[in-house]
Each structure stands twice: as C-alpha cells, then as structure tokens.
C-alpha cells in the first residue's frame, strides 16, 4: 500500500458521494409525486481502489403493485355503472315528487275516477286525457333518456378505446427503452415508474395481467386472457355507432382479433371501464328499457276497444293509448322500443282535433267500438271497466326481469324498485372498490414513497463522509509535502 | 434494514382523502336535517323504493275516491232533500184537496191550485246539480221533464186533452163536463187516463229521464246506485195526481164526479208519498256506504302515512347529532394536518 493509492481511495468515495447525492436529490425532488419510487444508489467496494456505485434500484412491491391495478379496473368498472344509473334514476327522481311511471299510471287512474264522478263534465274527460297523455310522455323520456345512456356509453366505449391504443404505443416505446438499457447496464428506474404508471392508466381503460420477462421485458394481458401487448402493441379496434335505437345493439371491441365484451365473446373481460360501459349498453340500460316498454305495452292493451257489435266479429284495437304500428295491438310479448312510440289516439286527444269524451264512450277505433251506444251523458261502465283493467293483474313478458304477472301499478313500481336497488348496490359496491383503490394505493405509496426526513439525514451522513475523505485528501498532501522536504 | 417506513406523501394524503369523505357525509346530514328525509331516498332504500312509490300511490288512490265520494254524497244530499220537498208539498196539497172535496167555488180554486203545484213539481224534478240533472238517472244531461203548460202544448198537455176527447166527446173546459157522471169518471181514470203516465206514453210524452240509475265507484270493490230517477213509480202518481186535479176541468164537474176525482187524487198522492219514502230510504243506506267507505279509507291513509314515514323519514335530531359529530372530527382533522406539516427535521437541521 502506498499515499498514492491512498489518495486514490479517498478520490474514488468523493466521486461515488457525488453520485449519491444526485440519486438523494432525484427523491427529494419527486417527493410530493405519488408514483415515484424511492431510488437506492447501492455501493461496492473495489479491492485496492475504493468505492463505486454499482448501481442504482428501485423500491418495489409486485404483489401490493398488482393490487393496485386490480382495484382501479374495478372502480373505474363500477364507477362507470354508477354514472350511468345515476342518469337513469331522473326517470324516477325522488319518490315525493310523483314522477315516476308508477306514480303518473296512478294519476291517470285517478283522473278517470274522478271523470267517473262526474261523467257528463267535459274538463273531467279532458282532465283524463291529459293524465294519459304525461304517463305517455313519461315514457317517451324515460326511454329517449335511456338511448340518451346506452348511446353515450357507446361513445365513451370509443373513446376508451382510442386511449387504450395510445398507451399501448406509449408503453411500447418506454418498454423497449427499458429493456435496451437493462441489456446496457445503465439506470433504467425511471422509465420503469413511467412503465408503472402508463400500466395503471390502462388498468383503467380495462382490467389486466401482466408477465415480466428477462431483461425487465412485459407482456400484458386482459383479465380473460387477450394479450394486449407483447413485444409489441396489439390493435385495439371498435365500430362507433352513430346513435342507437331500441331495438339496436352497439357493436364489440376487438383485441388482437379476439371480442372481448359482447354477447358473441367466450373471452368477455370482467372489470375495467371497458368492462363497466359495456354492461350499461348492453344489459342495464336494456333491461331497464324493455320494463317501459313493457308498461307501454300494458297500458296499451288495458285501455283496448273491443267489438260492441251485438256479434263481436272485429279485433281488439288500441283505445286512448295507441303506437307505431296501431290501431293493431302489440300483442302479448315484449315490443322493442314501445315505450319511445306510446302516444295518445288522436281521435281522443282535443290538441290534435280529437273529442275527449271518447274515454267515456268508445269508439277511438271505429263505430263498432262504441261503448255508449245511446250516448247517455251518465254512462259510466266503459271508465269504470278501464279504472278495473288497470288494476287488474296482466301478463308481463318474463325478459324484462320482473314478475310475469301483475298489475300495471305493481309492476311500474317494481320496475322502480329494480332500478333503486340496482343503484344502491352498484353504489355500495364502487364505495367499497373506491376505498380498496385509496387504502392499496396508500400501502403501496407508504412502502415505495420518499421520506424527506430520511433522505436529509442521508444527506447528513454523505455530507460527513464527503468532509472525511476531503480531509483525508489534504492529510495525504500534507504528508506528502514533509516527504518532499525531508529529500530536498 | 427498515422495520418501520412511511413515505411524506402518503401522511398527507391520508388527512387529504378522510377530510373529503367527512365533507360528502356533511353535505348529506345538512339535507336530511332539514328535510327530515333521508338525502337520496332512492339510494337508501334500494329495492324498498318501490314499497314506498307503492304506498305513495295508494295514499293518492284513497284520497281521490275519498274526495269523489264527497262529491256523491253532496249529490244524494242534495237528492234527498228535494225529495222531501216533494213529500212536504204533497202532504200540503192532500190537506187542501181534503178541505175542498166539499166543491162549489172551492173547486175552482183546487183546479188553479193544482196547475201551481203541477208546474212546482216539474220544476223540482227538474233540479240541476252540478253540470247535470238530479232525476235524469245516466240521461243527466236532458231535463228530465217537460213543461207541461208550455206554449204551443206540450206533449204530454196535448195527449191529456185528445184523451178526454175521445172518452166524452168535448173538450175539458166544456160546460157539457157536469154531465160526467161518477161512475165514467172513475173508468176514464182507472183506464185511458192512467195509461197516459204508464210506458210508453209516459216516455214519449213526460219523461226524458233514464231509467238506468247513476252508479258511482266508492271503493276499490263497491259499485253502487247512487241516483234516483223521474220514471220511478212515485213521480209518476204525482204527476197523475196533480194533472187530474189541474186539467180534466175539475170546475165544470158535477158535485159527486168532482168527489171521484178528488178521492183518487187522493189515494195517488198518499200511495206517492209512501213511495218517495222508500226511495229516500233506498238512498239513505247509500248515503251510509259512501261515508262507511270514506271513513274506512281515510283510516287506511293514515296507516299508509305511517308505513311511508317509517320508510323514508329521518330523525331530525339524530342528523343534528351527527352534524356535530361530524363537524368535530373535520376540526380535529385540520388541526391534526397543520400540526403535521410543520413537523419537519429541516427545522433541526
């Protein structure tokens, strides 16, 4: 051992104390970022040369990591659903207001009772009318407002999707940086957070796997299976619809090739926004519709006219609720898109030149439909029939999910139900996987995060350290110097 | 080697995201506070929503038949005292007509007393009620009878007068009409004259009323009559009675036919008030259903405001408690972050 190698020691830990102090200062700097990784520089000891900074790694936590992107596909998913339910509920609104079908068939009841009272009164009859005519429009809304959602999520599902293939190329190129790098040697922790965060901004999008390979090379995958990319992105593809109807259904989004949601899939995903907007278009929003379509559809042939011809040969037609493909009635299954087309007879409807005296005597559908057939202005038995077909119970068509039988008032009301309970999980239930995402999220910050107080006592011992080997380099000149004087 | 690490970061967005939460429950607790309901009763609820829309429902359901029935009941009040109008007048005339069975002069008066009557009885039946006519049965928008000594002849003056022809050959204010002896008289009257107020004389020639009464829903199960009409038995003795006296020229009679007359005018009338007995009768137990019913219903509403209240209602006291609660923590909570915050080494250093 000699001075020289001495100094040269004492050289090589000021050079790797400046290294360490870049790495100290990059975590300070990123200290109020919460998806910064705490940065270790780790340091070797070269036999007869000192110190080097080997390398430099990051904090990670793969299984609390993985967590993460599970809980944020699944609230983005139920979040999604929410929003959506939300929308729907003003088809209800708060119970005290009366808005709902259940509440304006329930008007119309009591429009006709009262028009019973008095039957010869004109304001009673037009009263009635009008009665109809809101459930009526009710209904239009309700499922104007429910396309309104299923076309809306079918946009957002475009918009989602387009995202998801910028982040895919995004997390291409980051990727094979850090692969090149890892092969190089050189400090790739960095573009590994950045990797980190584009993979939670598609866990977003749609829920997933994903597999690291030597090299620090990842493959991702959908929950199901698909891959998504691999080496290199996989296309994401998508058919918008314009506007959807009723009776119309939005197309799937294909990854490499493969449908992931739609009914045709066998590798449907199960959590994601994807996943959540999906389930609005498809299944919430039109199950919802199908049960207004249904209530048009028992309102319609509630208020029917029969043959009033001593022998009965023509067929039942609608009366004052009538739609799209009357006066025929609409039969005794599901109509696609009935409650967007119930609209009120005209014949019986005074905005539209019609007499509203017809909900008392018949006849909306043609003479041999006239109940009154002496035209007495105290004939009451035509709206007392209707006041008792409305509350008498009708077969429902079991695709709309509620009971098969019932009465318009019940099932209009259980329909309400279903929508409210469907609300109030799927609230409880985006709570739950809100909380789940904060609490994974925070454990994970807690563990990989930046503490300043720790970073500036480091500082303190690299500081000490500089200092030492600063003093050593000025020992070693000075014993140097009485060498050099002792031969001179 | 680290047991114990927390980063800087996750300390305050700890504090952050459960200040957040406190503010959202805050919000909630204000609304309920003052609405005494619960903020999203919908959300609540869940599927019992669709119990309380329900309820809601038959709360409006009881309260419009209730007021309908109102509306009945106000109709048959109405119905029943003009029916007894019609007994108190009745009863009045049978009083008179006894007083001047004796003839002479008396008889003239009874005959202009008897046409006033004639007049005051179809104006009676024809009471309006509301957009309608009390006695027109379902008819209600026809006057139920006709004027009878309208310009030119009614109908029904007309048909009196070509019967009398036809029976004795000149006219009712014939001089000729005190040689009627008893005896024809009573025939005509049992036979041609009667048939005049019998179907389908009575009407063609009286009546537009309906003989279908009005039937009114005063509960969800009970469709009851609710109306009488002016063909009903009673109004057309009264008629008859009231004709007889008024038009077979009563003046003109010889002293023991003019007593005919006055007896069977007589017993129509007495048989008449018996019968508008039974129909205030009849009408009287539908006037006990209706307000049986309504009072019934209005029990039923009472309950149903309890079951929605007990679904939907939120102790106001309760949510007061929980704002104070809540408004503490979100103090200590601010506290707690300003106190962190300034915990720094660099202050040591």
Redesign the interface.
Known sequence: MSLSSSLNTAISSLATTAEQTSVLSRNVAR????TAS?KIANVITVPGAGVRLASVTRVVNVALFNNVLSSTSSAAGHGTIVDALEQL?QT?N???L?A?P??L???L??AL??Y??????LAHAQAAVGAARDIANALNRGSDVIQEVRSQADADLGGAVDNLNTLLARFESVNTQIVKGTRAGSDVTDYLDQRDQLLKEISEEVGIRTVTRGDNDMAIYTDSGVTLFDVAARQITFQRSPFLSATMSGSAVYADGVPIIGTATTMGIGSGRIHGLAKVRDEIAVVYQSQLDEIARGLINAFAESDQSPVPTLPDVAGIFTWNGGPALPGNTLVPGLAGSIRISAAADPDQGGDAMLVRDGGIGGAAYVYNGTG?????DRI?QL?DKM?APQAFDPAARLSSSATL??Y??????????A???A?AEADYRETLL?RST?SL??????????E??LM?ELERTFQASSKLISTIDAMLESLLAAVR | MKTTFISTNSISASTRQSLARVQQQLADALKEMDTSRYADVGKTLGYRTGHTISLRQEHARLTTMIETNAMVSSRMESTQSTLQNLVDTAKDFVAQLLGSRGGGPNAISVQTEGKSRLEGFINTVNMAFGSGYLFAGVNSDVKPLSDYTETPPSASRQAVANAFFTEFGFTQDDPAAANISAADMQTFLDTTFSALFDDPSWSTDWSSASSQNMRSRISSSELIETSTNANESAFRKLAKAYTMVADLGASNLSQPTFEKLIDQALLDINTAIYELGTLQAGLGGAEKRVSDASERMSLQIDIISKQVKSLEEVDPNEAAARISQLLTQMEVSYALTSRIMALSILNYL
């Open positions: 200290a109020g970022d919460p705490r509920e209800i708060d119970t005290e009366d709902s259940a509440a068939l329930q008007k009841s009591n009772q009262q019973s009272s008095a039957s010869d009164s007495v202005a105290g004939f009451t007392d006041i509350s008032g019940n209009a009301s259980t329909s309400a139900a279903w929508l409210e309970e609300r109030r999980s609230g904060i925070e910050n807690k563990i990989t995060g930046v503490n300043l107080d720790e500036m006592t303190l």
